[in-house]
């Protein structure tokens, strides 16, 4: 809104009403506005929540070997960084890009799911919650509209990058003149790093374009799901999920930046999507809402992020990382939501299978993988064979979430020098 009205200010001559063209200048303000309303409408909502006794049930106490009680802790603190998300995107945003359009929707949509898994946690006194069939629903009918109106939208639309040999063994990186419609994504550590989807579907012969956006679409509920429950999952520990979260965003921002400025699109050698600056503020306001968050969720925490955050930022992130056609970057960059998945079905599978032959058996001390760090040996079934029992001894919550930050760092600088390793 606040852009609109600069812009228009700016054809009288009003001085300063130029900067709000600039998207460095709208990203920065969109970052500290949101961590300022994230820190100032914490404080309040956290008071609020206390005082009308709406906590989430008392967490098992067993599992933490430290003995720490988290009774009493108000949830649904997603309701903080979502507000402050749609906050700074409507006031410097232009609300007219469909890519800003997809990622407003997607917050809210996602949000309302977990917002309705959390009520059913704290007022229906059900620790269940939202059954997951419904989640699933949900996840994939955003992912639908997601994937068909990147299909329709005539806005969205992309310049494939090309090489040029000059000069012997130059090269030089140029891009279409004509902007397309495309099923083309980012496909690392290859040289020609564009795959397009319709390839997979090349025997459907002249309806290979169509079959391909059908694989686009697939891909985009596959993705969206996926990344949607591993942030879920991460969502374990005090200062987990916001501080990977936020790293992640990061990341993303840098790499929404340099899809939507043709400069460096050529320079790395990747499609350049016109528009997509507007993701950049997008970006910089989540990230201030997750640092905000996290003032009063590092541990000790003052509130749980609850389902209204993690599976709002899951699908976040997939869907940003869709509309600039980096998705197949996600395995590295959202490495620790994977690894988390992973290590749940795993555990799951493996424990069926040793129930079918009468075996007791499990590969981690427990799962989501964040948790088979703090358990003392003390703790393990001794009925149970355990494939992995590293570590030995058990380490303390602040310990294990500080070093899957580190982790997450790792993950995000090497998912963006994956844009030059070929």
Known sequence: MLYYLFRFLEQFGV????MWSYISFRALLALILALVISAWFGEYFIKWMKRHNISETQRDASIDPFGVQKINVPSMGGIIIIVSILVPCLLLGRLRNIYLILMLVTTVWLGLLGFLDDYIKIFKKNKDGLPGRFKIVGQVL??????????LSPDATIRENIEMQQHGQTTEIVHKSQAVKSTKTTIPFVKENNFDYAE??????KYKTQAGWIVFVLVTIFVITAVSNGANLNDGMDGMAAGNSAIIFIALGILAYVSSHIEFASYLNIMYVPGSQELVIFTCATVGALIGFLWYNAY??????????SLAIGGIIAVLAIIIHKELLIPILCGIFLLESLSVILQVEWYKLGKRKGVKQRIFKRTPIHDNFR?????????CKYLCKWPHGAWHESKITIRFW?????????????LKIR
Do not use: K, N, R
């Not at 001085?15 to 130029?18: E, I, L, V």
């Not at 358990?375 to 009925?383: F, G, I, M, T």
């Not at 580190?406 to 994956?418: D, K, P, W």
């Open 15 to 18: 001085s300063g009403s130029g």
């Open 142 to 151: 955003l992912g639908l509209f997601v994937g068909l109106t990147l299909y």
């Open 200 to 205: 997979l579907v090349s025997f459907c012969g």
């Open 300 to 309: 000790p925490a003052q509130i749980f992020m609850g389902d209204t955050g």
């Open 375 to 383: 358990v003392l040996p003390s703790q393990l079934d001794p009925e």
């Open 406 to 418: 580190i982790t997450t760092i790792i993950l995000a600088a090497l998912t963006i020098i994956t």
